[in-house]
């Protein structure tokens, strides 16, 4: 069993990436991709311990895009299997991340307009350089100002929310080009969370991303259910994409997605998905 996708507390996880590791080995994981939003910070600190407890760890990031045409948001997930990312890279990465404290700085002013008591160096005591708005969920649920996680993103920080603040973010063909320079596998991920509920529509979407160069698709995840997975493995032929697949663990603030298994046991990837990924990278 393998697990291509998922996140410590560098980006919105919970677990530190030493725990990612232990929980890797613990739940008989064989190869763990860390994919954290925006950044490396998670992989560089778990490489000698997945080393020294025999776990292939393989380096991933997950980069939030937004399609041009449609202001819609397109997580790509990309794994650098061949060669560690170049410095040019990290450098844009950077570039995303101040991106990311402009907007953070701009939602505090937005919450604070509407009389939430809020401080920017609180949530980001929390989410550290990778604060994101699940921090701010965190955050505003220990102050009382939501019930739950769910209703943090619904009051205030979710797109349709009057508080919502948008935050940069390059377009995918952008994102896909600069993943191919830096010698990386471009890979669309959770695409039914593209929400496009004409199959027609989705399809033709996701041949667009292979024409700008997009190498695979994620067609095992924990939010896809059989009938997605097999619709996924389909376009995936259709287009010669390579076929990824991981649980997208989160932690404690996704209590219900387990490493390797996903939801509910959804998911049982198997090693020659990585080999297929490793042959064709
Ligand atoms: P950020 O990158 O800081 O804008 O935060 C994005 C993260 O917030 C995503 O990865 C999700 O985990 C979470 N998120 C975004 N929208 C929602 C929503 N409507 N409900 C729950 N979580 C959300
Ligand atoms: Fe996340
Ligand atoms: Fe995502
Ligand atoms: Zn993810």
Known sequence: MIDLHS???ESDGTFTPLELVELAVESGVEALAIS???????????????????????????LSTRDPGKARAVHLLAYFLRQPPPAEFRAWLGELIEGRRDRNRRLIASLREQGVEIELAEVERLGRTLTGRPHFARILM??????????????????TAPTFVERYAPDVPVAIGRVLEAGGLPVLAH????????????????????????????VFHSDHRPTDMLRYAGIARKYKLL?????????DIK?????????HGNLNIPMTVLNDLRAGS
């Open 7 to 9: 996140h410590t507390n």
């Open 36 to 62: 954290d939003h925006d950044t490396f910070a998670g992989y560089d600190q778990a490489l000698h311990e997945a080393q020294a407890r025999g776990l292939d760890l393989i380096c991933g990031i997950e």
């Open 142 to 159: 220990d102050k009382g100002y939501a019930a739950n996680y769910e209703d943090a993103f619904r009051r205030y920080l979710g797109e």
């Open 191 to 218: 695409p039914i969370r593209l929400g496009l509920r004409d199959l027609d529509t989705e399809a033709k979407f996701i041949g667009e991303l292979k024409d700008a160069g997009l190498r695979g698709i994620e």
């Open 243 to 251: 076929v990824t697949g991981g649980s997208d663990f989160h932690g």
């Open 255 to 263: 209590p219900q997605i387990s490493l390797g298994t996903g939801y």
